[in-house]
Structure formats: C-alpha cells, structure tokens
C-alpha cells in the first residue's frame, strides 16, 4: 500500500515564527502536493512539485514556500506564520499524468495563536 | 475556467437511505472525475473514479456514472451506513500535472 505521513497530525505556532510541515512517501511518486482544507472552500492547492527540486505555485501560495531535496520528500514552509494560516494542511502524492489517483497523507492540523 | 459545484451539506439520512450527492464540472475536454472520502480524523481517499463518459465508477457499494451532456458525476448509493457518515470531495485534473480541482465538499451524516 501507498504510504504518505505527514510529521504532525497537531500543531500550534505564535505569530511570526516559522513552520516547517515535511511529507513523505513511500512510493517512489514523481508528483507531489500540498493543500490546504478549509470548511466551506474543499481542498485549495498552494504548492506541488513534479520532480527532485522542481516546484510550481498553485492557487494559493502566497506566505508559502516549499523545498524538495529528495523525491519521497516534499516540505511546505510558512515563513512567518499569520493567524489566517490557521487551518487542516494535506499532503499528497500522486505516479504521473491526469487521472492518476493522488494519495494522501493524514492531515496536519495547525493553529496560529 | 475550471471548476467543480457540489450540493452543499450536511447531508442528514437515516440508515438504509438512498444517497445522492450531486457534482456538476466546467472543464476543457473530458477529464477523468474521481470521488473522493474523507473520514473524521483522516485524509482523504480515492472512493471511486471514471475515465471516460458513461463509465461508471464503482466502490462499496457507491456508484457515479460520467455524463458528458450535463458534466455531471452524482455520487449514489442505494443504502448509507452509519460507517459511511464522512465528508465527499468531487475532483478532476485539469492539466496532465496530475494535480486536481476539488468541490467544496459535502458532508454526510448518518443516523441509526
């Protein structure tokens, strides 16, 4: 079975410091993705990478960034956190091309105190 | 531009009830349409798909056929459970990264 963990499944930050939320699977998936999930909204991509230290914005990413070093790895990065980054992160990864099924990590909850 | 509506929630039934969810997409060309599940305290997971129209996605006993005239993938299932109270993304590619555009999710609650 595809595995992807996310570091945390909770998380609470102040103002201004800097997260780090990593991803990781285990299976050799080239694509990889981050959303974020707010009530009313569904699922909003903010960042994905399509191979080792390639990355693309997606709809979201302002006040993100994100790092891919290695392939199974897959790293969001709010460089000064803001309350209104409060919200459920998901991770996923999906083989290759359109209408492969992504597969997800279990969910990061962060609160931005 | 691309875009996924799905009927808003929560959805409220008693076990053994028929499930409709509607999704209706505006997309370019015919892309594959996934259901997705997302249940309390989990990510998400692929519920079932379709390739091409008039497919038909099946899985636990849920079923979306593709309907290419009215872009639609409605979500049904003859008898919900109370296991399948849960939250219901519709989704589809819209360029071959392999990323996807989700509704805005409905949520399902099932009473016994």
């Known amino acids: 079975d595809v595995k992807v963990t996310q570091s945390s499944r909770y998380l609470v930050k102040r103002t201004g410091e800097k997260v780090f939320l990593e991803c990781v699977q285990d299976m050799d998936h080239e694509n990889m993705f981050w959303y974020r999930q707010d009530p009313g909204l569904g699922l909003r991509l903010i960042y994905f990478s399509y191979d080792v230290k390639m990355k693309e914005k997606g709809d979201i990413p302002e006040g993100y960034s994100v790092s891919r070093e290695k392939k199974e790895r897959f790293s969001l990065i709010l460089e000064s956190a803001s309350t209104n980054q409060t919200s459920m992160y998901l991770c996923a990864s999906t083989q290759g091309a359109r209408g492969d099924t992504q597969y997800f990590g279990p969910g990061t909850r962060l609160t931005v105190l | 531009g691309d875009s996924v509506t799905q009927m808003e929630g929560p959805v409220t039934l008693s076990e053994e009830a028929f499930l409709t969810i509607n999704c209706t997409y505006t997309?370019?060309?015919?892309?594959?349409l996934f259901w997705y599940v997302q249940y309390p305290g989990e990510g998400l997971q692929l519920l079932l798909k379709a390739t091409k129209a008039d497919d038909k996605g099946s899985n636990k006993g849920f079923e979306a056929t593709y309907r290419k005239e009215t872009t639609s993938f409605h979500l049904e299932k003859g008898s919900v459970q109370v296991s399948d109270s849960a939250v219901y993304f519709c989704a589809f590619p819209p360029s071959n990264t392999g990323k996807l555009i989700f509704g805005q999710g409905t949520t399902l609650q099932v009473k016994p």
């Open positions: 997309a370019t060309g015919y892309p594959s």
